[in-house]
Structures are given as C-alpha cells and as structure tokens.
C-alpha cells in the first residue's frame, strides 16, 4: 500500500547523527557533525526537511539517533522525532538501526546519513530521492548512488559511490544486533551478493561533508557562486564566494570560505578556501595533494 507520491505508508525513517566527526575536528570537537552548518543550514535540519518533502514527519514517522555530543541533537530535534540516545560510543550504522527495532517495529525502513548534502536543481528536496521508493517491492535493499570513477573500486556498487540515502525492507532490520557494526557489511554486501540490491542514481550534486574539503565545497555549493550572509552578521571588510554565519563579525577578507555563527574574521586577516569557528579555529579547507 502507498501513500501520497508513492511513499509506502508503513514507511519510516531514521537519521543517522551519532557519529563523531572525526575528519573534521577541531570543528567538531564542541559541535556534532549532525549539526554543522551547510549554507547557514544544520546538516540535520536539511535531512529531515528532504523526509518532509516527502511526507514524513514527526515522532511515529521520523527517528534520529545521539550519541556524540547528543544532548545537543536532542535539544535541536525536540518533539520533531523520536529520539534513541546510545550509551558509551557510538554503535555504527547497523547498530543505531538495530537499536531502534522496537520503533520501526516490523516496517520498512528509509535511513539517511545527517552529513550527506544532496542538491538537485530539477527537484526540491523530498522529491529529489523519491525515485529510491518508485516501484520498489518492499523485500530487496535499494541505495541511492552515483557513478564512481572507477567503477571497480572497493566501497562501490554496481559501479556507483553511495549517496546517503538507503531503504531496507523490514526482514532485513529484524535481526539486526545491537553492536557496533555498519551497514555495508551487515546489509548491503550481504544483499548484494543475493541479488537483492538495487542501486537508484541521483542525478544531483552530493558532498558526504565528512572531510573540511567537502565541506567547504558543499557549503560553497549552497552558495551557488555568490556570498550568503546571515541577516544577523556583520560584514565590513571583503567577501566573495563565501558563506557568513548568524551573528559572525567579518572585518578582514574573505573568499572561498565558511565563517561559523558567532566567529570573527579581524581586519588584519585574510581568509581564503578556509573554514573559520569561533575567534581562533581556521581548518584550511582545500584538497590536500
């Protein structure tokens, strides 16, 4: 049975925002990756507005687990979700699905990455990923991917790097574990060597954020070509191709770059293809040879 715009109505949905955000330390260190801003835009925030375009909301619908750093995931998510806080360390992909068996409780499941940044200019976000739900038979693995580079190289499928986005039938999750595992090796290799994945393509532009290279390129991205500032900053010095954060102060010059809300560029600095938090912390953002 299906819903408006071919979503199953059983189906649900769950955000995965438990990791660590190793790669991106120190921004990371006082900030979950899940809520690092994309275009002055939580990673978060963007995820679950792509579930809502597809009519997926709320706490019976929706979860969204914690663990590093969760009390401020569970702060920013309120009521909008149900919320599953791991104890101790962060239990894997496989693992934060596992952990929420009782709440999926025997339905079909969508589950999204909260650092994948996904931007299709012929569809808004929800209908931009509804072509992993057309026609789907609700027993094999679907993921949402891209062609790789090459083809053959290891993390690919069917040819394609994943895009953030997988959907898993209900006799898949059921016994599930609950301990630290991912889902590439407790699902999808399994399904694929059964002959029952799928790999959807996603016609737009994704960034998995993960490293402060694709960030600095998704947030750029968002800025499509131009400078996106906060009505809330202050900007008296130079800024091109850059995105400005609430309350941020930029007095000096600044290109290509990402200033956090509440951070500081001072007159005497220059800041270019670099992400700047708070007065102090500057990750260079360009690819490292």
């Not at 990371?28 to 275009?39: F, H, M, N």
């Not at 663990?67 to 496989?94: F, I, K, M, W």
């Not at 025997?106 to 026609?135: E, F, K, Q």
């Not at 991917?145 to 959907?167: E, I, M």
């Amino acid at each position: 049975m299906t819903g408006a715009g071919g979503v199953p109505a059983e189906l649900c949905a769950v955000v995965l925002a438990a990791g660590e955000g190793t790669r991106l330390r120190p921004l990371t260190e006082r900030v979950p990756k899940a809520l690092c801003p994309v275009g002055n835009v939580p990673l978060l925030e963007r995820a679950l507005a792509r579930l809502a375009g597809l009519g997926l909301t709320g706490p019976d619908r929706v979860a969204v687990n914690a663990c590093y750093l969760g009390e401020q995931v569970v702060a920013y998510v309120g009521d909008r979700a149900h919320l599953s806080v791991e104890p101790g360390d962060p239990l894997g992909t496989a693992g934060g699905v596992a952990n929420l068996r009782d709440w999926i409780d025997g339905r079909p499941v969508l589950v999204g990455n909260a650092d994948a940044y996904l931007a299709d200019p012929a569809a808004p976000p929800g209908p931009d990923v509804a072509a992993l739900l057309d026609g789907w038979d609700g027993q094999t693995v679907r993921l949402l991917g891209q062609p790789a580079a090459d083809p053959a190289a290891p993390g690919t499928f069917a040819g394609h790097c994943f895009t953030g986005f997988s959907l898993l039938p209900w006799r898949l999750v059921r016994d599930l574990p609950v301990v630290f595992s991912d889902l590439v090796r407790a699902v999808w290799r399994p399904a694929e060597a059964a002959g029952a994945l799928e790999v959807v393509p996603y016609p737009g532009t994704f960034f998995d954020t993960g490293t402060p290279a694709d960030y600095l390129a998704a947030n750029l991205h968002a800025a499509a070509g131009g400078t996106l500032v906060d009505p809330s900053a202050t900007v008296t010095g130079r800024c091109v191709e850059s995105v400005v954060g609430a309350g941020a102060r930029v007095a000096g010059d600044v290109c290509r770059a990402v200033v956090w809300p509440g951070a500081t560029v001072r007159h005497d600095e220059r800041l270019r293809e670099a992400i700047r938090a708070g007065s102090e912390v500057t990750v260079p953002g360009a690819a490292q040879g």
